[in-house]
């Protein structure tokens, strides 16, 4: 491979990876508004109530089983409390 060959697919590959690290960043940054709507795109619409927002809460401190217990107990599937917890800490 020639030199400048070479050249060249090292700054296409470092254009990519730093261009895929650009799309994927904000995902990086949910927090208790994430674990939120999480739950309120399963209430359809509805607004979560003081005791999801409290749960989400706990969640983003890392406590993710009184996250998961808090939003059960509010009415929330387990699955979709399971995967609403897990978006509050990040």
């Known amino acids: 491979m020639r ?9 296409t590959g470092l254009a990519l990876a730093v261009g ?17 709507n999480r739950v309120e795109r399963e209430l359809k619409g509805g607004e979560a109530p ?5 749960a989400c809460g706990n969640g ?3 406590a993710q089983a009184t996250c998961v ?10 699955g979709t409390a399971v995967a ?7």
């Open 3 to 11: 030199p400048s060959t070479r050249f060249a697919s090292v700054l």
């Open 20 to 36: 895929g690290a650009a799309l994927t960043a904000p995902a990086a940054h949910a927090d208790v508004s994430a674990c939120i």
């Open 50 to 54: 003081e005791a999801v927002r409290t």
């Open 60 to 62: 983003e401190t890392g």
């Open 69 to 78: 217990s808090g939003l059960t107990a509010g009415g929330v599937t387990h």
């Open 84 to 90: 609403a917890c897990t978006l509050s800490p990040q």
